[in-house]
């Protein structure tokens, strides 16, 4: 059925821009994926999904302890419609799902068992990358239940990059590594047909409408 849906929805959009849907979907990856911790600075925030974006990656997990998120348009310039956004009321939830699908808890933080950027492994398994905010970093409670530590180098008197700065150093580093590496890291095949679905009802006007109109005539 969802073959069905994604022909038809095929028919309401350019031929140019399914091409462009497929290379896109070819450089998407969920192996590795982005956790942000109660940022309170939205444009930050959105300045990261507009880098996952560019990147390739496809989720990103945003934790709401304390502060909601709010896009800001203006910055992520429409990328967070092509990104599967999920949202956690607490860091404890988010590790404890993350950990459920395999993933390794990365955090970026300068710690005393940190690892160099240029040293991680990527072979070892699937990666969430955990940021927290400028003034006070990730959470104890993150810390607590992190893997492994990665560090970007610095040789400045500041002691932090700007979180924007930070995730897009290291998602350049990690997603050049992966593409050159023999790692699986391409979606799998439902997960093409799922996000190919939801990019085409995004690149038309009501395209949840369009889709509803499938189904009733298929029943019909």
């Known amino acids: 059925m969802k073959k069905k849906l994604l022909a038809y929805l095929q028919t309401f959009i350019t031929d140019h821009r399914t091409e462009i849907i497929d290379k896109v979907l070819k450089n998407r990856t969920r192996y590795i994926t982005v956790v942000l911790e109660d940022i ?19 989720d990103v997990h945003i934790i709401e302890n304390r502060n909601k998120y709010r896009i800001n348009p203006q910055v992520t310039l429409g990328s967070d ?13 988010a ?24 040293q991680f492994n990527l072979t070892k398994g699937k990666i969430a990358l955990f940021f927290g905010t400028e003034l006070n970093g990730l959470t104890q409670t993150v810390l607590s239940h992190t893997d492994e530590f990665i560090r970007i180098p610095m040789f400045g008197f500041t002691e ?24 699986d890291w391409k979606l799998m095949e439902n997960d093409i047909i799922n996000l190919k679905i939801q990019w085409m009802k995004n690149s038309v006007k009501k395209g949840e409408l369009i889709e509803k109109l499938f189904y009733k005539n298929e029943e019909d």
């Open 160 to 183: 932090s990059y700007n979180i924007s700065v930070s995730a897009g150093i290291i998602l350049y580093h990690l997603t050049r590594k992966l593409r050159n590496s023999q790692i």
């Open 95 to 118: 590790i404890k799902e993350l950990k459920k699908k395999e993933y390794r808890i990365v955090a970026t933080t300068p710690h005393s068992n940190d690892i160099l950027l240029e």
């Open 40 to 58: 309170y600075q939205t444009h930050n925030a959105s300045a990261v999904l507009r880098s996952c974006d560019c990147f390739g990656i496809q």
């Open 81 to 93: 419609k092509w990104l599967s956004i999920i949202k956690y009321n607490n860091s404890l939830e």
